[in-house]
């Protein structure tokens, strides 16, 4: 079946580094890609999407890329700040059977220090 | 507007004991989701509706958990009787349909502890 891997973390990182964290997938289909992002005591709110391949999802100054050759979609941001320090989960969407329904990975937790 | 809204926020049972979680989707959302969050296994889909009527269940891990939603603005999912392994955060979501790639609308999570 579908599956979403991530890198484990947390991640740690001071205030304006670059961020990257990994993510891969395994689908049967051509599936659309997301990166949620859960605030602590909050629930999951989407951060960015791709629906195919080579397309770039961005919002908050967050990036990631649809990579359909290398099955990838890492997720980017060119300077942190403290308040980025959340999960930040990878998952696609499966498309089978006409519904569309959500895939996770396991989740990163980023660590922004002042 | 107000989002997805779950009840209880926390809750603490015994073992045994019978526990019910509420959810209210977003007005208008036909679709519904049950997630259980843990540490050990991360994030799981339980099981869903599309307007009103489950789809898919085979998420549900055990048949002392049990989910229905009656009307279009009302779902529970049932713990009887509850074990300590269920303890985790429960997370209701929706969105407008099951096909398409809308977003889908997390609730703040139901935290259950079971002793």
């Known amino acids: 079946g579908d599956s979403v891997t991530q890198m484990e973390g947390p991640v740690t990182l001071s205030e304006e580094a670059f961020l990257t964290i990994n993510c891969t997938y395994t689908a049967t289909g051509y599936p659309s890609l997301f990166w949620y992002v859960q605030y602590p005591g909050e629930g999951l709110q989407l951060l960015l999407k791709a629906t195919k391949a080579d397309d770039k999802g961005s919002n908050k100054g967050f990036e990631a890329t649809y990579r359909k050759e290398t099955t990838s979609f890492h997720l980017e941001k060119g300077s942190v700040q403290v308040s980025d320090s959340a999960v930040y989960f990878c998952a696609l969407s499966d498309q089978g059977s006409g519904y569309s329904t959500l895939t996770f990975g396991k989740g990163t937790m980023l660590l922004v220090s002042p | 507007d107000a989002g997805v809204i779950q009840s209880p926020r926390h809750e603490v049972t015994e073992m045994g004991q019978e526990v019910t979680l509420r959810c209210k989707p977003i007005?208008?959302?036909?679709?519904l989701f049950w997630y259980r969050q843990t540490m050990m296994r991360g994030l799981e889909l339980l099981i869903y509706f599309n307007n009103n009527v489950p789809i898919d269940d085979s998420g549900m891990p055990e048949d002392r958990f049990s989910a229905k939603m009656p009307n279009a603005s009302f779902s529970t999912l049932k713990i009887q009787p509850s074990e300590p392994r269920d303890s985790a955060v429960y997370f209701c979501?929706?969105?407008?349909?099951?096909?398409?790639?809308?977003?889908?609308?997390f609730g703040p999570g139901t935290r259950l502890t079971v002793t």
């Open positions: 007005s208008g959302h036909n679709s």
């Open positions: 979501a929706s969105r407008p349909g099951l096909a398409g790639d809308y977003e889908q609308y």
